[in-house]
């Protein structure tokens, strides 16, 4: 590609149209699907997932302390509201709001001490976890790394938090980060490659057109691509990785690059994305990456910290905190992709998990609310197509500090406590490498390969290189 036909380049989030059927037979049809409010005065009533986060925000001011979460009932349309205690001015309070109360035995600031408690005694590589309101518990995670003391120690202190506080599971896969992506973009770096994603269209402070991708990415390389071996078309501007947050703002070199708003879903199709919201347990979510295509899930928990192996360090950890878990499968290949809703809110960026898509897995995602307050940059297009607003971003929170004491950026989502901070470099391995063949209208599909490391492994070397690429990507299409 060469530097002039850039500024006519309408940078979009691509996928292949055959990889992205499944989900998108369930997101497109209901794209436009309404929920209104269904009753009037304390019955229950309807909401979209959307609307969760404002609701929430305003019980948690007016219950103060009663107030211990809230989900979302996908099934039913409702918002469900955690509280402890049977305050019968609290339950009336909630039931006007059009919600529906649930009382809860462990208060937020009980979760947040657990939380506290997991980070000074237990932040060990291979673990993750994560306020689940719908158990009113931490859940806590562990790969099949943790063997031996470690689980050992993971073990008894989850049992010291108190029953009914923390539950224990296994993972079956390893926490690792996801490199490569979506609307794949490339960077070489210290000798190998390097392929992420680009995960939103954004406006940076200055007016200029840029992108959100994961911040891993950032900090692996500086330029970046729209093809594989092609000239860069993009800087990083910041990165945050790791520590409180996984998030890059790349700015496009070409002020008058085209960026359009939106996910395209494959086959022809794409989802306007009209806004940034807070993620809300329970809701579903679509993921899309250039790997495995688009797939759906729900929202698991919020304020998730996960404990990365350190690549720089054989006995050290990369902590990332502040993070939407979801069981959305992912690979390698598949991060600072976009995690989006079907009425065009953007929620994440991929930054990694375990498993796969063919047995399952968890993946992890930086919040967009998050992301674009830290940056400074608003949602929506920039340059030629015009400075794009923000959308409804009231559910942005700080997102910063320490997030085992506060919800931070998620508390717009139900206010939850959660993950404590932590420090270190980017973790994973690089495992392919190879190219496929590039059919699209200006959209390239070819990638290195699957690369799953994270920034430390990239930056300091290419790795594992043995893999394949991804195919073919004939299925790939223009935004327009």
Known sequence: ????????????????????????????????????????????KTFKAAGVSL?????ASQLGDAFAGSYYN??????????????????????????????????????????????????????????????????????????????????????????????????????????????????????????????FNVTAGDGSPAFLTAGHCGVAAKQWSDSQNGRPIATVDQATFPGNGDFSLVKYDDPNTQAPSEVNVGNGQTVQITQAADAVVGQQVFRMGSTTGL??????????????????????????????????????????????????????????????????????????????????????????AGAGGAGDQSGAGAGAGDQSASPGGQQGAGDQSGAGA?????????????????SGAGQQSASPGDQSGGAADQSGNAGDQSGSGVGDGSGLVSSH
Do not use: Y
């Open 55 to 59: 609701v929430a925000k305003q019980l």
């Open 74 to 199: 996908a099934e039913k349309q409702q918002v469900v509201v955690n509280v402890v205690g049977d305050d019968s001015k609290v339950v009336d309070t909630v039931r006007k709001a059009g919600a529906v109360p649930n009382q809860v035995h462990n208060s937020t600031a009980t979760l947040q001490a657990a939380a506290k408690t997991l980070r000074t005694k237990a932040t060990i590589p291979g673990t993750a976890w994560s306020v689940d309101p719908k158990t009113n518990e931490i859940q806590v995670s562990a790969d099949r790394t943790v063997t031996g003391s470690k689980w050992n120690t993971l073990e008894s202190t989850v049992k010291s938090l108190g029953s009914g506080v923390a539950t224990l599971k296994k993972s079956s896969g390893t926490f690792k980060t996801f490199v490569s992506g979506g609307d794949a973009i490339f960077a070489q770096a210290n000798g190998g490659g390097v392929r992420c994603s680009l995960g």
């Open 422 to 438: 932590g420090a270190g470099a980017g973790a994973g391995e690089q495992s392919g490498a190879g190219a496929g063949d590039q």
């Open 295 to 384: 797939h759906d899930g729900t929202v698991t928990g919020l304020d998730a910290t996960v404990n990365f192996q350190s690549e720089t360090d054989p006995g050290g950890v990369d902590t990332v905190t502040g993070l939407i878990q979801t069981n959305v499968c992912a690979e390698a290949g598949d991060s600072g992709g976009s995690l989006f809703t079907q009425d065009g809110s953007a929620i994440g960026l991929t930054s990694g998990g375990s498993g796969d898509c063919t047995a399952g897995g968890e993946t992890f995602f930086q919040p967009v609310t998050t992301a674009l307050q830290a940056t400074g940059a608003t949602l929506g297009a920039g340059g030629a």
């Open 1 to 44: 590609m060469s530097h002039k036909r850039i500024p006519k380049r309408k940078a979009a989030i691509a996928v292949g149209s055959v990889a992205a059927l499944g989900a998108a037979a369930l997101l497109l049809p209901n794209a436009n699907a309404s929920q209104t409010d269904s009753a009037s005065g304390d019955t229950p």
